[in-house]
């Protein structure tokens, strides 16, 4: 498949492009697009072969449900079936922006869109090329992260042309996506809100505007095996290599890799990096801003070929704040730590 390319800076938007990818997503085409997360691959909602494109262009398993996106608070009222006063009370805070409220469904999407169940996540994006091609397409658009399942998401254009060049109707570039990391997704249909995923808006964010909120207890990563031979089964958010997360010493723990007869590349913030000596060395961002690495993180995870390194080193970081949403992926991405 031929896949369109459209180039959309913030600053001037290209009509032509905003009214050739909208058409694309409503003819039922997966369209790709910014927003101030990652890069979305999108689709229209409420049909099903549309959504199946998104399925299949990602290989993504069937059971993962989308979120649905859309331009603003009216288009709900098709989507859910009510807007719990902690959900109002969220949207005003963050939306739009980078928050996911899983409310009742109104069973108005394709069925592939939510797995199966009586749910459905919603979020407003807050960039503006993203947020000007919902309100151009003015249908709801299912949109999981552009990219290949298992990879990192993408945070540049490039990434998605990396892993969907070929495989879908066209992609809109425009230009880096902010944040970083995804969404934080937020189950509302209990009585007191769930965090099901961590991530741009925290917890702390969230408790500030509702009072409390909960976590899943399903995101506590279980203790990983201590590191074995590089090369086990990749997971998700995976590099190229397999990758260690590095509590303390790093650069011992990469001079005794090295020794051992290891390729070794090291993602580390501009603090740690001073302190290191080696070639292969990513800059992810700051330590005393961790909104960088978010912002960094999976262009790093991605920097790393299996051509040059045969094992990645990662900084940790604490988990707080922000930290909670890049060690979530990190684990996620992660062998195993050290
Ligand atoms: O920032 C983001 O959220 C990005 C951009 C493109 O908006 N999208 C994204 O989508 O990360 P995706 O498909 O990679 O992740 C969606 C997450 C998954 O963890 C999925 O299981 C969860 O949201 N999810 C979606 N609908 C759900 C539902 N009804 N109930 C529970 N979890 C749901
Ligand atoms: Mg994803």
């Known amino acids: 498949m031929e896949t369109k390319h459209w180039t959309v800076s913030e600053q001037s938007f290209d009509k032509q492009a905003m009214k050739e990818a909208a058409a694309l997503l409503k003819q039922g085409e997966a369209v790709a697009f910014p927003t101030e997360t990652v890069y979305g691959l999108g689709a229209d909602a409420t049909n099903v072969q549309a959504v199946r494109k998104i399925f299949e262009a990602k ?3 069937s059971d993962n449900p989308l979120i649905v996106h859309v331009a603003n608070t ?3 009222e098709d989507l859910v079936e009510e807007v719990p006063d902690v959900a109002q009370k969220l949207l005003e805070a963050f939306s739009p922006g980078p928050l996911t409220l899983i409310l009742k469904s109104k069973g108005a999407v394709a069925p592939n869109v939510s797995a199966g169940l009586d749910s459905i996540g919603i979020r407003i994006p807050s960039h503006p ?3 000007r091609l919902l309100e151009e397409a003015a249908i709801p658009i299912a949109a999981p992260s552009a990219n290949i399942s298992g990879r990192p998401s993408p945070t540049k254009a490039e990434h998605v042309v990396h892993d969907l060049d070929g495989r879908i109707a066209g992609i809109m570039d425009g230009g880096p996506t902010g944040i970083g990391l995804e969404s934080t997704v937020l189950d509302c249909t209990e009585a007191v809100p769930v965090i099901l995923r961590p991530g741009g808006v925290t917890a702390e964010a969230i408790q500030k505007v509702i009072g409390t909120v909960m976590i899943d207890p399903g995101l506590a990563v279980e ?7 590089p090369g086990m089964k990749y997971t998700h ?3 190229e290599a397999p990758l260690y997360l590095v509590e303390d010493n790093m650069q011992q723990q990469a001079d005794k890799l090295t020794k051992a007869g290891e390729n070794v590349g090291i993602i580390a913030t501009e603090e740690l990096a001073e302190t290191l000596d080696g070639e292969r060395i990513q800059i992810c961002g700051t330590r005393k801003d961790l909104a960088t690495v978010a912002e960094h993180l999976y262009d790093a995870l991605r920097h790393f070929k299996k051509s040059d390194v045969s094992v990645i080193l990662c900084e940790s970081f604490p988990k707080q704040d922000v ?9 996620k991405a992660a062998t195993g730590s050290m």
């Open 237 to 239: 958010y995976a590099p």
């Open 323 to 331: 930290g909670a949403a890049i060690m979530n992926r990190l684990e």
């Open 129 to 131: 090329v993203g947020l």
């Open 223 to 229: 203790q990983k095996e201590k590191p074995k031979a």
């Open 59 to 61: 290989g993504r398993p």
């Open 74 to 76: 009216n288009q709900l």
